[in-house]
């Protein structure tokens, strides 16, 4: 009897991993693209994830459906980037009945003051306030996203805790030699020729890590107004500075952009991706490939003919 006992229980012992492997995917709800692009190079097949401001989406005018609030109602952790960028989240939150575990990404950065723009001025608004929320724009930021979000991870699925240590600490790897990556393609570029103009200003923290200065007619978001006078204001620098990176983005309307196109004779020089991932078949799918796209296409700019 207790010989059939103890190889009951070496059976089930052994059978553990193989019913641990077998257990359903932790739930995660990520605010939007890039967020779930980071959930899943930290949590791989331990989790699946779903964003709700998809791809191409711009998360600063979402209005979030009662599907999205059922979707996060069922949710076993939240991942949000915090620093005002998600305004319609506690409605959301409350809305789903959802009072599980959330992981503020962004959680430990110092976050820079919203910058309003030239073309910000006093007729227009600034939906996040005085701080600005695009703190993934650094990658030195973003590795603090990874922690934070193996945290939770860990905290909401303690039993997977060593896989995502371990994921989190590959995909630190890949993101610091992205950032060295970055700082040696603007490393022959002088300081001076480093002007670029965006749609709105998305690119402080970029700016801050790579030594780019960055302007922009609207301000940190794009439901922020762009002002006549800021506009020719910003029209006056780019002709008086012979500024020749003028870029529209994925998610911002292009038409501020093509205006000033126009009355500088400056050609824009092509699309950025602030807030958004592209689809799978796209120019940035993750958050690495972004980061690539945008330096390429900076550097180009400012460094062309």
Same mark, same amino acid.
């Given at each position: 009897?207790?010989?059939?006992?103890?190889?009951?229980?070496?059976?089930?012992?052994?059978?553990?991993?193989a019913l641990?492997?077998?257990?359903?995917?932790?739930?995660?709800?990520?605010?939007?693209?890039?967020?779930?692009?980071?959930?899943?190079?930290?949590?791989?097949?331990?989790?699946?994830?779903?964003?709700?401001v !998809?791809? #191409?989406? @711009? &998360? %600063?005018?979402?209005?979030?459906?009662? $599907?999205?609030? *059922?979707?996060?109602?069922?949710?076993?952790?939240?991942?949000?980037?915090?620093?005002?960028?998600?305004?319609w989240?506690?409605?959301?939150?409350?809305?789903?009945?959802?009072?599980?575990?959330?992981?503020?990404?962004?959680?430990?950065?110092?976050?820079?003051?919203?910058?309003?723009?030239?073309?910000?001025? !006093?007729? #227009?608004? @600034? &939906? %996040?306030?005085?701080?600005?929320?695009? $703190?993934?724009? *650094?990658?030195?930021?973003?590795?603090?996203?990874?922690?934070?979000?193996?945290?939770?991870?860990?905290?909401?699925?303690?039993?997977?805790?060593?896989?995502?240590?371990?994921?989190?600490?590959?995909?630190?790897?890949?993101?610091?030699?992205?950032?060295?990556?970055?700082?040696?393609?603007?490393?022959?570029?002088?300081?001076?020729?480093?002007?670029?103009?965006?749609?709105?200003?998305?690119?402080?923290?970029?700016?801050?890590?790579?030594?780019?200065?960055?302007?922009?007619?609207?301000?940190?978001?794009?439901?922020?107004?762009?002002?006549?006078r800021?506009?020719?204001?910003?029209?006056?620098q780019?002709?008086?500075?012979?500024?020749?990176?003028?870029?529209?983005?994925?998610?911002?309307?292009?038409?501020?952009?093509?205006?000033?196109?126009?009355?500088?004779?400056v050609?824009?020089?092509?699309?950025?991706?602030?807030?958004?991932?592209?689809?799978?078949?796209?120019?940035?799918?993750?958050?690495?490939?972004?980061?690539?796209?945008?330096?390429?296409a900076?550097?180009?700019?400012?460094?062309?003919?």
């Amino acid at each position: 009897m207790r010989r059939h006992l103890v190889r009951a229980t070496l059976a089930l012992l052994t059978a553990l991993p193989a019913l641990a492997q077998g257990a359903a995917p932790l739930r995660v709800v990520a605010s939007f693209s890039l967020l779930a692009d980071m959930v899943r190079q930290v949590g791989g097949d331990r989790v699946t994830v779903s964003a709700l401001v !998809g791809p #191409g989406a @711009d &998360a %600063h005018v979402f209005q979030p459906t009662p $599907a999205q609030a *059922s979707q996060v109602g069922q949710a076993q952790l939240v991942v949000t980037n915090g620093l005002g960028y998600e305004g319609w989240l506690p409605r959301l939150l409350r809305s789903a009945g959802y009072r599980g575990p959330q992981v503020v990404a962004a959680r430990g950065i110092e976050p820079l003051p919203a910058t309003p723009g030239h073309g910000h001025g !006093g007729h #227009g608004r @600034d &939906a %996040h306030g005085h701080t600005d929320p695009h $703190a993934w724009q *650094s990658v030195p930021h973003a590795m603090v996203y990874v922690k934070n979000i193996a945290d939770g991870l860990c905290a909401a699925d303690p039993a997977g805790c060593a896989d995502y240590r371990a994921g989190a600490a590959r995909y630190s790897a890949e993101l610091k030699a992205l950032d060295a990556e970055i700082r040696a393609a603007w490393a022959p570029i002088p300081a001076p020729r480093r002007l670029v103009i965006t749609a709105h200003a998305a690119y402080a923290y970029y700016g801050a890590a790579y030594g780019v200065r960055f302007l922009a007619p609207q301000g940190v978001s794009t439901d922020s107004e762009a002002s006549a006078r800021g506009v020719a204001q910003l029209v006056r620098q780019i002709r008086q500075q012979g500024i020749r990176a003028l870029f529209i983005e994925n998610i911002a309307d292009p038409r501020l952009i093509e205006q000033i196109a126009r009355e500088t004779g400056v050609r824009p020089a092509g699309r950025l991706y602030a807030d958004a991932l592209t689809e799978a078949d796209g120019p940035a799918p993750s958050y690495v490939a972004l980061m690539r796209a945008n330096t390429r296409a900076l550097t180009q700019a400012v460094d062309g003919p």
